[in-house]
Antibody, heavy 121, light 110 residues
Framework: EVQLAEFGGGLVQPGGSLRLSCAVSRFTFSSYSLNWVRQAPGKGLEWVSYISSNSRNIYYAGSVKGRFTISRDNAKNALYLQLNSLRDEDTAVYYC??????????????WGRGTLVTVSS | QSVLTQPPSASGTPGQRVTISCSGSTSSIGSNYVYWYQQLPGMAPKLLIYRNNQRPSGVPDRFSGSKSGTSASLAISGPRSEDEADYYCAAWDDRLSGVVFGGGTKLTVL
């Protein structure tokens, strides 16, 4: 079964850092763009970041720009999100989401189950 | 406050047609495709409609999407109890250089 799985969530203090990972299985990782989307407790979806299949194009939401860094390692079939200078409002479930094969921005055709990041002192 | 505007709730009976609206701008919906996602309680979101009105394989044909100008709609013809979920619209926004979501609409089947 084609799937994504996120790792690395946990409890971190305000101002702290965390690195999330997303592992994939059963599809050609290097052919697809990838995204991070988050959802604060009881709230709606918020797109966080996008990385193209070859890492040449990267985009961030304004709320995380300058604090979060997306990257990928096509040799390891892995996607990463480095979260720095964390704030209370970054508390959320973070989903890894695959872009469609034609790389239409905004189209997420496969999602992981998410990993919870809690920012609290 | 979300860039795309959706009603917070919608409801209908199995014999009705329920419509969920999504309002954007010229830089978002007016210039780009609209996508719809379904999030069942406690689950990850799932792609429901892509490129305005296309259904991925496995999505029932009671779900349909449309777009006109800077607005889009998701219609559910004859909703079932298993369709009770949160529904989100999304689109790329050229001005923000990012993906924007609607705030989500909670569907209740009466």
């Amino acid at each position: 079964e084609v799937q994504l799985a996120e790792f690395g969530g946990g409890l971190v203090q305000p101002g702290g850092s965390l690195r999330l990972s997303c592992a994939v299985s059963r599809f050609t990782f290097s052919s697809y763009s990838l995204n991070w989307v988050r959802q604060a407790p009881g709230k709606g979806l918020e797109w966080v970041s996008y990385i193209s299949s070859n890492s040449r194009n990267i985009y961030y939401a304004g709320s995380v720009k300058g604090r979060f860094t997306i990257s990928r390692d096509n040799a390891k079939n892995a996607l990463y999100l480095q979260l720095n200078s964390l704030r209370d409002e970054d508390t959320a479930v973070y989903y890894c989401a695959r872009g469609d094969y034609d790389d239409h921005l905004g189209c997420f055709d496969l999602w992981g189950r998410g990993t919870l990041v809690t920012v609290s002192s | 406050q979300s860039v795309l505007t959706q009603p917070p709730s919608a409801s209908g009976t199995p014999g009705q047609r329920v419509t969920i609206s999504c309002s954007g701008s010229t830089s978002s919906i007016g210039s780009n495709y609209v996508y719809w996602y379904q999030q069942l309680p406690g689950m990850a979101p799932k792609l429901l409609i892509y490129r305005n009105n296309q259904r991925p394989s496995g999505v029932p044909d009671r779900f349909s999407g449309s777009k006109s100008g800077t607005s889009a709609s998701l219609a559910i013809s004859g909703p079932r109890s298993e369709d009770e979920a949160d529904y989100y619209c999304a689109a790329w926004d050229d001005r923000l250089s990012g993906v924007v979501f609607g705030g989500g609409t909670k569907l209740t089947v009466l």
